[in-house]
């Protein structure tokens, strides 16, 4: 196992080096000038090519690259033009109400969604199937703003029983986790009976209902352990879309985090926070793939030793 981790561990590091090289050239194609933007509109041109001196965008873009990657090593992001404050500090006060809302989202989700894949897996073509694959088909089909802004209208304007935005509890949670995850607890509902309903055909399942095995225990302890692959894939995957993809959600809900931070900063073309979040985006993706791939070795051993 200890193998298998180091031989994936290794193919992260050249995946890590070419994502900061396309987020770096991908800041520099945005329209605008960033010293234009920080000495501000009465500025004169000589204050101007100053400021551009002193950011250092007057070197050519590889030195301005080696310059980035070396103070992104001793752990500096740079400051931000907007606001003058250190980028880290920043994405530090918005980092906690993204993972929060990411994890009850996905949490709830993946719950749910495998106790409808595995119902309707089970009681294939009879009404728990068709109702929970009805579900399944009415999260993916509903936008997210539009539910969100629906769940505000009823449960925070009408009834009065949950906040309208910001994270001033942890009942501030509750709207915006469901929204953002009913998409995905959609998603794992349908692979996870795909998934179960491949995995019921297998001989094992066969010969454990043949000894005369409880059917929780065929359905439960055989049957879904070994269809978690696919799950774990489409989870995993999910996990880094929604730390990445909670801007819409953030909005909709006035909450202070990463993906609300992105939508500020693309306003006032902070290119230093943009440039250090898509960053952070991709990394959080490659290390989700990572561990992803981890569990791969843990729930079929047949991986890691095909590996060796």
Do not use: C
Request: proline fraction near 4%; glycine fraction near 10%.
């Amino acid at each position: 196992m200890g193998r298998y981790a180091l031989q994936r561990l290794l193919g992260v590091i050249p995946l890590l080096f070419v994502v900061s090289v396309l987020v770096f050239m991908f800041i520099h194609l945005i329209p605008g000038d960033p010293a234009r933007l920080v000495a501000g509109k009465d500025a004169t041109l000589e204050e101007i090519n100053g400021i551009r001196e002193q950011l250092g965008l007057n070197l050519p873009l590889w030195q301005q690259y080696i310059h980035y990657m070396g103070k992104l090593l001793h752990g500096d992001l740079g400051d931000s033009l907007r606001s003058g404050l250190p980028v880290s500090d920043m994405l530090k006060s918005r980092f906690m109400p993204t993972v929060i809302l990411t994890f009850l989202s996905l949490g709830w989700a993946l719950v749910i969604g495998l106790l409808i894949g595995t119902i309707s897996a089970v009681n294939r073509n009879r009404w728990p199937d068709y109702a929970g694959m009805l579900t399944a088909i009415s999260g993916i089909s509903v936008p997210g703003f539009w539910l969100g802004l629906v769940f505000i209208q009823i449960f925070s304007v009408e009834l009065g029983w949950f906040p309208t935005g910001g994270v001033d509890s942890w009942s501030s949670y509750v709207l915006p986790s469901i929204t953002l995850g009913a998409g995905i607890m959609s998603m794992l509902a349908r692979f996870s009976r795909s998934s179960m309903l491949e995995t019921m055909r297998e001989d094992y399942i066969r010969t454990g209902r043949a000894k005369g095995l409880r059917e929780f225990v065929v359905v439960g302890r055989h049957a879904l352990r070994n269809s978690l692959i696919q799950v774990v894939t489409v989870a995993g995957l999910q996990f880094g879309f929604l730390l990445g993809g909670s801007v819409m959600v953030e909005t909709v809900f006035s909450i202070p985090g990463l993906g609300r931070l992105l939508v500020d900063s693309i306003a006032f073309r902070d290119y230093t926070v943009i440039q250090a979040l898509l960053l952070l985006f991709a990394t959080q993706f490659i290390l989700i793939n990572l561990i992803v791939d981890m569990l791969y070795g843990v729930l079929n051993p047949k991986i890691r030793y095909a590996s060796n």
